[in-house]
């Protein structure tokens, strides 16, 4: 009786420990983004004071901030973020769905090509892709930030993709195009509406991927109006500019977080199983 | 709910796909001749003058562009401000990726024009006599001008009067052996000494203020590279010293003038190399009063220099467009005296044409920072200043903790090395 | 006739079934060629090209921008930076993130809000984590400085000791450890996702042969994570080692070139020379190739998938 009494105390002494660790380290997590949202409060006057908080907090960082073109790189943010999501998609779903069900010619090395590409990074190829879209003399540098987002993060939402459709077992399309449905009809009423989660899984990653990425969008709208900077770009330009508008920067900052947190949140039940299918396999 | 979060997104992302084809098929196209009599839009990059939002360069173009379209209502000039610290590597990079502006006003480049991708000044100005001769030069290129002076500058020793008192000193300094008894005798009492500005914003101009006082310079009297002549080792050597000392701020070469100049307005600096643009950024400060800081000729190796640093900024066009009529357009009607003047009250710099010069001539604060510009020292005009401006403006503070011979030697192999 | 029409029949079924493929996984193909695998053509052409800073080409340059890369004084400095930089961050981040793993598939109340504080910094953008560590090292008035103060370990603000971020070895650590705290959260989730993998038999099967905690952790569970460890490391190599904003936004790779990784000076020296900066991208991306292999070769890849 005691022996067991005992052992259920200390179990609990342990999760007890547990949490308390793995609070302190979910606080560390969480501190930077919080200075980050005391810092766009504070109030201009009371930037450069040396102390934990400030005296006063103060919203005008995030109504004035809009009048530094920060709409217009939101807005290029979203035309880049959701046309290479969209695009991703288009491309994505048939070549993962037909790598899935049909062994073809050529098929290993599709999938070597979609795994050899997942370690090319845009950084190690910068100048590679700076002339060449110099070369295609796009109207616009947002039309070449969809296409390299897209690019690479094609093989990602292969990769994800293709492990979801493989999990769903090709039985029921073959009962349904028994019946006479065609095999992209059967695609789209059977096999979709149950790959669901993945594809969502990749859309978001792509999304999100697409909205934080610096280098490449960096180096093509350098010098541009901000309706063709994505927000990275833009929030990087408060820096030397009457030697550094934190409060703007952070405010800024803060606001192009929002959507990634919203969206995260969505998913954030499939992150794990997400990574299991995807790069473990 | 999951299968309409698609649909949601697919349909936002088509959305967006459609709106961003639409903003951009209007008249932004790079390489688009210039419609003839249809609308045409240029495009202006200029630096960013300013101290902070309320003065930033950008309402002054924007005010320029919107009185010009009011006479020229088919032309519309729209106005990108870029700060200093970023002005050179953005409009480079712009070039490179081939998203070339029409106007750009703040450095100029002679190898854009040995690349042939300029207008002359007499392309694009009807009375191009009118700009100061004196920094004729320095804008040409194989004897013809293609940069146009639009504001110019000259530099002065600034120091802090109340920090000297509280530290016993009793005169301004006139020599580098001043500079370094001050900086200390200001440092034993808690401040920094000199604020030295090494930082990739500036430091090209900060070395060339020592470098001119000890009669070395970026090239020699024939015009051939001499950055790692033995006066400037000795230079770059005594500022080491200053360094090591703690007579300046820490790391120099990590700091730039925007940070140096705000802290000096908030009495924390005692010496520091500035222009008349400090000026209001002290007033700005609100620490020190007009008797507490005044500002006299730089200090050199054995004497106060004789000959200072005058600055130039460039406007230079694009050919790239073929916007040849509607650029003239615009550059005469913004060298107009009357914006020449607007702009050097807004931020205290120096008119770049004789009509703006002659009128300012008689103004008690100007009249004097002119009479000296015709002496002034100017950076240097080669093709591939460019290239070696950024490799000083990116390695020379490194000369004040490691060893100046062997950074200076780097840059003038830099130098020699062309593009 | 009736035979030609049906080897007719035969024959557009064939080929339709040849074609059928490039229907579906075309797309796929071309945006990865297009996008992903002309530019390394485009790199390797442009490194032996001599291109003026405005981008136009003056014609062929052989080797010349390879030797010249060679003869930079900052090169050398460089790469043995990244060599560490790539080095120390990965193994901390790999040994941190098994402990925080460990600790996060463990049940306990709250254990689903304190893993989402983990998605912190995956969903800010390493540049934002980046700028916000920047100015919290501000040797006048950065938190770190203040709370370090008060500690007694920074004995003055505004003081060069304050002033982590501009000398350059302690700037580095400093980063390195920016570096580590952004790829914790995908590498504690991935190995997370290894850790459920495993079924609890194995550890009911270890504890009933009388092993310990740290022996079951030892001889059980780390052998099973294996795979995921090596995904995860080769992830993180790659990641680590392309890695930009960090030290972009931190210190610009300044003072000088002292505290850049090969990808900054790449990037910093394309502006004046874009045949060097094309030529340091080749050398940039052969060693991630180089390291890959000899990665998978080390770990002997094959013999896990097979």
């Not at chain 2, 950055?227 to 770059?236: L, P, R």
């Not at chain 2, 401006?389 to 130098?415: E, F, M, N, R, W």
């Not at chain 3, 040849?18 to 992903?36: C, E, K, N, Q």
């Not at chain 3, 042969?209 to 490391?233: C, E, H, K, Q």
């Amino acid at each position: 009786m005691t022996a067991m009494a005992s052992g259920r105390r200390t179990i609990n002494r342990r999760t007890w420990a547990f949490s308390l660790v793995a609070y302190a380290i979910a606080m560390i997590f969480v501190l930077p983004y919080a200075e980050m949202i005391i810092t766009a409060l504070r109030p201009p006057k009371e930037l450069l004071d040396a102390g934990y908080l400030p005296k006063h907090y103060d919203f005008s960082n995030f109504t004035s901030i809009w009048k530094t073109g920060f709409g217009s790189n939101l807005g290029a943010s979203l035309k880049i973020a959701g046309g290479a999501t969209l695009l991703v998609l288009i491309v994505a779903l048939p070549a993962a769905y037909y790598t899935a069900r049909k062994r073809f010619r050529g098929r290993t090395l599709f999938l070597l090509l979609v795994l050899a590409t997942q370690m090319f990074q845009p950084a190690a190829m910068l100048v590679g892709i700076q002339r060449e879209f110099i070369d295609f003399n796009l109207s616009s540098p947002i039309f070449s930030l969809i296409l390299v987002n897209a690019g690479f993060n094609l093989a990602f939402a292969v990769w994800i993709l293709n492990a979801y459709f493989s999990s769903i077992p090709a039985e029921l399309e073959e009962a349904a195009m028994v019946d006479g449905t065609s095999r992209v009809g059967a695609l789209i009423r059977i096999t979709l509406p149950l790959a669901t989660p993945g594809i969502v899984t990749a859309l978001i990653f792509t999304f999100i991927s697409a909205w934080n990425e610096f280098i490449v969008s960096l180096t093509l709208t350098l010098g541009q109006p901000a309706g063709k900077q994505p927000l990275t770009v833009g929030i990087n330009s408060y820096i030397g500019q009457y030697s550094i508008d934190w409060g703007h920067l952070f405010a800024g900052a803060a606001i192009a977080t929002i959507p990634v947190i919203v969206l995260f949140a969505m998913i954030e039940g499939r992150v794990v199983s997400g990574l299991t299918a995807g790069s473990i396999k | 709910m999951k299968r309409s979060i698609i649909t949601a997104i697919a349909g936002a992302a088509a959305v967006a796909l459609a709106l961003s084809s639409c903003s951009s098929s209007g008249g932004d196209k790079g390489n688009n001749g210039g419609k003839s009599g249809g609308a045409v839009t240029l495009k202006l990059v200029a630096a960013d003058y300013g101290t902070g939002p309320a003065n930033a360069s950008q309402k002054y173009w924007q005010g320029i562009a919107d009185d010009f379209h009011k006479q020229n209502p088919t032309i519309t000039v729209k106005v990108t401000t870029i700060n200093w610290n970023d002005f050179d590597t953005q409009v480079q990079t712009l070039i490179q990726n081939h998203q070339y502006p029409d106007i750009t006003e703040g450095d100029y480049f002679s190898n854009y024009a040995q690349e042939g991708l300029l207008y002359s000044a007499s392309d694009v100005l009807s009375n191009p006599g009118n700009l100061l001769p004196v920094f004729a030069k320095q804008g040409s290129y194989n004897g013809t001008q293609y940069g146009m002076p639009f504001t110019t500058s000259s530099r002065t020793l600034f120091y802090n009067k109340k920090l000297f008192s509280a530290a016993g000193i009793t005169s301004a300094p006139q020599t580098w052996a001043d500079v370094q008894t001050d900086a200390a005798a200001i440092k034993a009492k808690g401040d920094i000494g000199f604020g030295l500005p090494l930082g990739s914003e500036e430091a090209q101009a900060e070395a060339l203020l020592w470098f001119l006082g000890n009669g070395g310079n970026y090239q020699d009297a024939s015009g051939k590279w001499a950055i790692d002549s033995a006066q400037n080792v000795e230079t770059m050597t005594f500022l080491k010293g200053l360094v090591s000392a703690g007579d300046t701020e820490p790391n120099p070469g990590t700091k730039n003038r925007t940070d140096l100049w705000k802290q000096f307005a908030a009495g924390k600096i005692g010496m520091i190399n500035g222009s008349p643009a400090l000026i209001p950024i002290i007033q700005a400060g609100g620490a020190l009063t007009d008797s507490d800081w005044t500002s006299v000729p730089i200090a050199g190796k054995t004497g106060p220099l004789s000959s200072t640093l005058g600055v130039c900024d460039n406007v230079a066009a694009f050919k790239a467009n073929k916007h040849q009529a509607e650029i003239k357009k615009f550059l005469d009607f913004a060298y107009q005296d009357k914006y020449q003047i607007q702009f050097d009250k807004e931020y205290d710099l120096l008119p770049a044409t004789t009509s703006a010069s002659n009128a300012l001539a008689s103004d008690p604060i100007f009249g004097p920072f002119l009479k000296a510009l015709p002496q002034a020292v100017q950076y240097p005009s080669d093709t591939s200043w460019a290239t070696v401006k950024t490799q000083i403006q990116h390695t020379l503070g490194t000369a004040v903790t490691g060893d100046p011979k062997s950074v200076l030697s780097a840059l003038q192999s830099t130098a020699k090395k062309g593009s | 006739m009736a035979l030609t029409a049906l080897t007719a029949q035969r024959l557009v079924r064939r080929t339709g079934h040849a074609f059928a493929p490039l229907l579906w996984i075309g797309p796929a193909v071309a945006l990865i060629g297009v996008v992903v695998l002309w530019p390394v053509v485009v790199m390797f052409h442009a490194s032996v090209q001599h291109i003026s800073p405005d981008g136009f080409v003056l014609g062929s340059a052989g080797g010349k921008n390879y030797s010249n890369l060679w003869h930079e004084p900052a090169l050398s400095g460089v790469i043995w930076r990244t060599v560490i930089w790539v080095v120390a961050v990965v193994f901390v981040t790999i040994l941190l993130s098994l402990a925080l793993a460990q600790l996060f598939n463990q049940r306990f109340p709250g254990r689903r809000v304190a893993r989402w504080a983990l998605i912190a910094p995956w969903a800010a953008s390493v540049m934002m984590t980046a700028l916000i560590f920047r100015w919290a090292l501000d040797a006048n008035n950065g938190v770190i400085n203040i709370f370090l103060h008060d500690l007694g370990i920074v004995h003055k603000l505004g003081s060069s000791q304050a002033d982590w971020l501009g000398r350059p070895t302690v700037a580095l650590v400093w980063m390195m450890i920016v570096a580590v705290f952004v790829s914790l959260p995908f590498t504690t989730y991935a190995l997370l996702a290894g850790l459920q993998t495993i079924p609890e038999e194995v550890y009911e099967a270890a504890r009933m042969d009388g092993a310990n905690r740290w022996r079951m952790y030892f001889s059980v569970t780390l052998p099973l994570l294996r795979p995921a460890v090596l995904v995860a490391t080769l992830i993180n190599v790659i990641n680590v080692f392309n890695s930009f904003p960090i030290i972009w936004e931190m210190t610009r790779g300044g003072p000088g070139y002292d505290t850049a990784n090969t990808t900054v000076f790449m990037f910093i020296i394309k502006q004046p020379y874009p045949g060097e900066g094309a030529a340091m991208s080749v050398i940039n991306f052969g060693l991630v190739i180089v390291v890959v292999v000899l990665f998978l070769r080390l770990t002997r890849w094959k013999e896990q998938v097979d």
